[in-house]
């Protein structure tokens, strides 16, 4: 079992003040696509048991796992409105489609897809996304089984090896860098905003 | 004077219908640095008059500046929580810092310093901002002149070149890409959620 990174209880704090605000569990994921860098909202699905790791869901459809397989790097950036605080968490990320073979992480995958609503779970069956919409082709109306994740339904994993911590709330506003050392401990060090 | 890009009256609706929330005007901005994503959030100060270029301001000492230097390409993620939409906008980047040689952008910086509140202006006499923070190291005290920029301060632009806009709202989302032709006009393509 993972020690719990020291960052984690600032973030669990902004998540509970901010709890009020269903986006508040929002935040915008940079990958990079050929040089160039990508940018999306992405749902906080909680925290890997007994680790630092970040869960999203992920169609495997979209363009970040292509971007994802070339380019593992991933930037989060997450505002919390209420507290006006802001955590930029950067890490590797790693895909977990139903082609995935360490069935630990399968495992994983089947929770994350049964904790969905019905409604995130149907997107899945929807067609290409990020596709023309062609006016022939509906979602499909196959019933979704609630225990079988559909095929194009990936876990989104992120495993944090810097976080900085921005909080704008008083003047001068109050900054803290994280860093993940070789030795697996995180270093702290308070930054000037 | 440029056309309004077809965009343009989809992303002014939504600033309108999220106006009381002050952080709607908060976006996150992605770089890349080295291979890898930079991203964090920024505060979108309207358009350049008669352009669809965003305006930012930021401070010469951050990342970015460098970050842009060698790669000028940008991709915004603005997420409005009240009408559940998501405008993504890459393009590229410029900066116009206190050394700009072209006058008319050099009157733009002044006129962005202008806008700013007193609390924003201060911001920029503050210390080296991402360095370790010192103990002896006080922040500028010397008073702010309204009229003139301080040495750090820097108009940041955005000139879009792909938007893709969508709406959450309703089952299923909608989803539209803008792409900007050769011939600087703007293609519209309604695309899958």
């Given amino acids: 079992m993972t020690e719990l990174a020291p960052w984690r209880s600032a973030l669990s704090r902004a998540l509970h003040r901010n709890r009020s605000l269903v986006y508040a569990r929002y935040a915008q994921l940079a990958t990079v696509q050929a040089n160039r860098p990508a940018n999306r909202t992405v749902v906080f699905r909680g925290f890997l048991e007994d ?13 970040k796992i292509e971007q994802i397989a070339k380019n593992p790097w991933g930037a ?24 995935e073979e360490d069935s630990d992480l399968l495992h994983l ?61 008083g003047q001068p506003h109050q900054r803290c860098g994280y860093t993940l050392e070789a030795n697996d401990t995180w270093k702290q060090q308070v930054l000037n905003p």
Same sequence: chains 1, 2.
């Avoid at 680790?51 to 363009?63: G, H, I, P």
């Avoid at 069956?125 to 019933?143: F, L, N």
């Fill in 51 to 63: 680790s630092n790791t970040l869960k999203f869901v992920t169609d495997r459809r979209s363009k």
């Fill in 76 to 99: 989060l950036c997450w505002y919390f409105p209420k507290t006006r605080e802001q955590f930029r968490i950067s890490g590797e990320l790693m895909v977990v489609s139903a082609t």
């Fill in 109 to 169: 995958r089947e929770v994350a897809w049964l904790a969905l609503s019905e409604g995130a779970r149907s997107q899945f069956a929807w067609p290409h996304p990020g596709q023309p919409k062609s006016e022939s082709e509906a979602s499909s109306q196959e019933a979704i089984d609630r225990t079988t994740p559909l095929e194009a339904f990936c876990l989104l994993l992120l495993a944090p090896q810097e976080v900085d911590h921005l909080e704008l709330k």
